[in-house]
C-alpha cells in the first residue's frame, strides 16, 4: 500500500517547520511514508490554494491513501500507522473540534484515493468560487456539504479530537497528534519545542528523566 503526507511550510513560518518537520520525517520514514512538503503562503491563500489542492489531487491519483496537515501539526506517537486509524470501510476520515463552537477541524484528514474520494476531491477544486470567501474556506464547505448533502457528507467520516488531530489544552502522553491551532506563532514554537522535548523519537512511554521539562499544554 502507497501512503503519502501531504504537508506545508511558508518563510514567516521557517522557525516552526525547523521542528515539526523533522517529526513529519521521522515518522514517515519510520513506516515507510512519501512525505511531501511544498511552500503554501497563507497570507495570500486565494491565490495559492488550487495550485495546492492541484499538486494534492495529483499525489492522491498516485497513491492509495493521502494523509494532509498543516505546519503545526506533530506525531506524537510514532507507534500509531495511518493504516490503523482508517477503518477498511472509511472514505474520509475528519476530526471534530473540542475547544469552541465550531464543529471540525479540517487541517489533518485521510483520504482514501478511490474514485468516489477522488470526484469529491475534484468537485472541492471545482467549488473554489463558492468557498473563496467562507470564514475557513474548504473547512467551512465541508461543514456545509456534510450537513446540506447527507449522500455526498457520507464519505466523511467524524472521529474524535483525540483520535487525530489533538489541540495542545487537551493533549496527554500516548495521544497520536497534536494540532497547534488558534495559537499565535510564538506560542506554537515554543509548544513545538516543548513537545520536541518530550517525545523522543515518537516514543510514547516515558524513559528518559526529564529536568523542568514539560509540554506547556495549559
Known sequence: MKISIVTDTSDNIKELSNITLPNKEG???????????????????????????MFTLDVM??????????????????NIKIEDVLLFNDNILIA?????????????????????????????????????????????????????????????????????????SKWQLGNWIIHMYNMDIKSKVTQAMAINNVITNGNPVWKVEHVNIKPQTA
Open 27 to 53: 515518522y514517515s520514514s519510520r513506516h515507510g511514508y512519501i512525505l511531501h512538503c511544498r511552500e503554501f503562503n497563507y497570507e495570500r491563500f486565494n491565490e495559492f490554494i488550487l495550485d495546492h489542492m
Open 61 to 78: 491519483k498516485s497513491s492509495d491513501v493521502v494523509m494532509t496537515c498543516g505546519a503545526d501539526v506533530m506525531f506524537t506517537n510514532w
Open 96 to 168: 471534530k473540534e473540542n475547544t469552541g463552537w465550531w464543529p471540525i477541524n479540517n487541517d489533518v484528514m485521510i483520504w482514501r484515493c478511490n474514485p468516489r474520494v477522488i470526484a469529491f476531491y475534484e468537485r472541492l477544486i471545482n467549488d473554489f468560487p463558492v468557498w473563496r470567501n467562507y470564514p475557513w474556506r474548504t473547512q467551512a464547505h465541508l461543514w456545509n456539504i456534510k450537513q446540506e448533502e447527507p449522500k455526498v457528507g457520507s464519505i466523511m467520516r467524524l472521529v474524535e479530537p483525540e483520535v487525530m488531530n489533538q489541540h495542545p
